[in-house]
């Protein structure tokens, strides 16, 4: 019996969702359905991958209609993250599109009786040599796209691209600029009722007593819900649900145990980490001892929260035994893997369909407050729930980013070279994301449920994309190269990925190193940059970043102004950024202007890159300025804006972007990339304005009086 043929892989996401129309409908009513199952974030993307399916189809962009990502409609695409939308989502898209379009010329060609090579298309209608036309939405019919995808049609070249590079207006902010109801925190059903949960006062501390008929006979109140030690209210106003939960918070009594770190990263070097070398390197010419000059130095972050503008939300519903919930969770196929059995039921019995939020990039607490309404639904079944986490829940009981710890040790050659490098990263896990199918769980209020599941350690994604150890690997060209990474597995504080992972650290630590060893060896930073690196688009970015603000070799700071430079390619296999910071050291360290040049590869949409890259740096100088996470030996002591600052207004500094198109080559994802060289550049600018080198953010005022004493 004949072997089958192994099947063509298909790029993207389109190699585990190989069916047509998971992604495209062609409508008679001359529309077409798109269906991502990424999601909007804030970054723009179904923006961009829309301009990719118009451009493939050769239809007006504006008959593109998206649909919200949902599991029962949706293409399977795991997780919004990583900067990975374009590569996985607008790839799939791209090739979906352009065999759509084949499929659709086959039947025009036979309708107008010529082959599809004399076709020409515009806005869907396909015309012939001899002027004879027939429309797409003629000769579309249900079963066009009920196929797999073969892989096999040919997108076109960037040379034909008129819609992709452009700058298409973003489909998502007229209904936000308008105050239109498009976030789950804003919807409404019929016979709605609003819950809250109570919270312990700490994530270990242990129920005691508590009084739940008190709370029973309040206004309004439909449920009080005890499940072990979750704890939660329903009433059918949501300020009456909030009286009864502050009623609820006071009747419940817990003992509590003093079991977090001490507040500084180095705790860190005392736990017992799992160590791996993840680079190892040695040149020709080992290093001789007392050949060149050493530098050692250590680098520190605090954890960090998303402090998004607005708590999370979901609503949820239990009919029957079965499960649907709205979320804007970033991975509502991984949250429906994890949820089901924290819920009891098969995965079939559980519905998730996507709306925004306010804004998170990494995972926030949209899973947690996603799993909360579920577990208080099937208490209360037959009601739609809508659950709105407080200020200081969000605070206090989101997952953090975690500590980190960075140490580099580096030798300088008398000919000014890197002739050796070793690092060494101490961190927990930044992947703590939903989609376990082990019997333990990442989802907050299965550790508090009777029948609990128990508690996921953290862990990493594997490099090259990687959690603590992302952009752990420098990119330049070092002889001799040691990077180790020392990965905690306990979980004192809750933590998993924000924005960056661990980039943010690595290549604060790399880059503010590489300026040492540049001071030291005479050379200009960027050029001494320049010198270790051999990847000529590295190079191009770090000369345009020069170029638009007008740098001057080795140039010095004046009058407590001053700037630095930083640099790193994402992933090491993503998009290139480099940055120069000014900033200017008066009552408080300012950041008062910053130049940006990008290249990821191919540019899909101009505005929304731009965007992508303004956004991730005005986050960037609130990350190695201001933020991090407060906490005594028991609990979070954050509570709300005052406890956990960040960037105002008034403190953004201005932003100058320029964008390197490289339409030949394939697109890449953008918005994290600058986190990393931010961060360099903003340390680095500080040691030309002062003279002092602060290692630990965030950068602080204190912090800055404390090294020039």
């Not at 429906?336 to 709306?355: S, Y």
């Not at 079944?381 to 710890?405: K, N, Y």
């Not at 890259?613 to 804006?641: M, N």
């Not at 961060?679 to 030309?688: D, P, S």
């Amino acid at each position: 019996m004949a072997e089958t043929p192994a099947k063509r892989k298909l790029p993207g996401s389109l190699e585990i969702n190989r069916q047509l129309s998971q992604w495209l409908t062609i409508n008679k009513d001359g529309s077409v359905d798109m269906r991502p199952g990424k999601i909007e974030i804030g970054q723009g993307i179904l923006t961009a991958v829309r301009q990719i399916v118009a451009e493939e189809l050769d239809v007006n962009i504006e008959r593109v209609k998206v649909t919200a990502a949902s599991t029962p409609t949706s293409p399977n695409e795991g997780t919004t993250s990583g900067s990975r939308s374009i590569e996985e989502s607008g790839i799939a898209f791209r090739f979906a599109a352009a065999e759509a379009r084949e499929l659709l010329l086959a039947r025009a060609g036979v309708k107008l009786g010529v082959s599809i090579e004399q076709l020409t298309v515009s806005d869907g209608v396909v015309k012939a040599p001899s002027g004879a036309t027939v429309s797409y939405w003629d000769v579309t019919s249900d079963d066009l796209l009920q196929r797999e995808a073969t892989g096999e049609a040919k997108p076109k070249s960037h040379t034909q691209h008129k819609v992709v590079g452009t700058g298409a207006k973003r489909i998502d902010i007229p209904a936000k600029v308008l105050g239109k109801p498009v976030y789950v925190q804003d919807m409404e059903t019929a016979g709605l009722v609003h819950a809250r949960v109570v919270r312990p006062p700490s994530q270990f501390a242990e129920l005691l007593s508590v009084d739940l008929d008190d709370v029973k006979k309040m206004p309004g109140v439909v449920a009080v819900v005890r499940d072990g030690r979750f704890l939660a209210v329903v009433a059918e106003r949501e300020e009456q649900a909030i009286r009864a939960q502050a009623r609820l918070k006071r009747n419940a009594k817990w003992k509590e145990v003093a079991q977090l770190p001490e507040f500084n990263p180095r705790y860190l070097l005392s736990r017992t980490p799992k160590t791996e070398v993840i680079s190892e390197k040695k040149g020709d010419a080992p290093v001789k001892a007392n050949e060149g000059k050493e530098f050692s130095a250590e680098y520190t972050r605090q954890f960090l929260a998303h402090a998004s503008l607005a708590p999370s939300c979901a609503v949820a519903r239990c009919d029957n035994g079965k499960y649907t919930v709205w979320t804007h969770s970033q991975s509502i196929y991984p949250l429906r893997v994890e949820l089901a059995p924290a819920l009891g039921v098969p995965e079939e019995d559980v519905v998730l369909h996507h709306m925004e939020g306010a804004g998170c990039y990494g995972q926030n607490a949209a899973d947690f407050v996603a799993t909360d309404a579920a577990v208080i639904a099937r208490a209360v079944p037959g009601r739609t729930i809508r659950l709105q986490w407080m200020r200081d829940e969000e605070f206090q009981w989101e997952p953090f980013s975690s500590a980190m710890v960075v140490k580099t040790r580096a030798t300088l050659s008398p000919d000014g070279h890197v002739s050796d490098w070793n690092m060494d990263i101490w961190s927990h896990g930044h992947g703590s994301r939903p989609g376990r199918t082990d019997g333990k769980s990442n989802l907050l209020a299965a550790w508090y449920v009777e029948k609990s599941l128990p508690r996921a350690p953290t862990g990493n994604p594997p490099l090259p994309g990687g959690g603590s150890h992302r952009n752990g690997l420098p990119i330049y060209d070092f002889a001799n190269q040691r990077v180790s990474n020392h990965l905690i597995a306990d979980q004192l504080l809750c933590v998993s990925s924000l924005r960056g992972l661990g980039s943010q650290t690595n290549v604060f630590a790399i880059e503010c190193s590489l300026d040492e060893m540049a001071l030291a060896a005479n050379a200009d930073p960027i050029a001494f940059r320049i010198r270790h690196l051999k990847d000529p688009r590295a190079v191009a970015v770090l000369e345009k970043v020069a170029q638009m603000a007008k740098w001057r070799p080795k140039e010095k700071g004046a009058n407590n102004k001053a700037r630095g430079v930083g640099f790193a390619r994402y992933k090491n296999a993503a998009g290139y950024m480099a940055v120069i910071a000014e900033v200017e050291l008066g009552e408080q360290l300012r950041v008062t202007k910053i130049w940006s040049a990008v290249d990821v590869g191919q540019i899909i949409n101009t505005d929304g890159l731009t965007n992508q890259i303004e956004g991730g740096i005005v986050q960037a100088v609130s990350f190695v300025l201001k933020e991090e996470v407060k906490y005594d030996r028991v609990r979070i002591t954050q509570e709300s804006w005052d406890d956990y600052p960040i960037l105002s207004f008034t403190e953004v500094p201005d932003v100058e972007v320029a964008l390197i198109n490289r339409p030949e080559l394939p697109p890449v994802g953008a918005g994290e990339g600058t986190q990393g060289p931010v961060a360099a550049a903003i340390g680095n600018a500080l040691f030309n304005a002062a003279g002092v080198r602060v290692r630990d953010m965030p950068i602080t005022r204190e912090r800055i009086v404390a090294a020039m004493a």
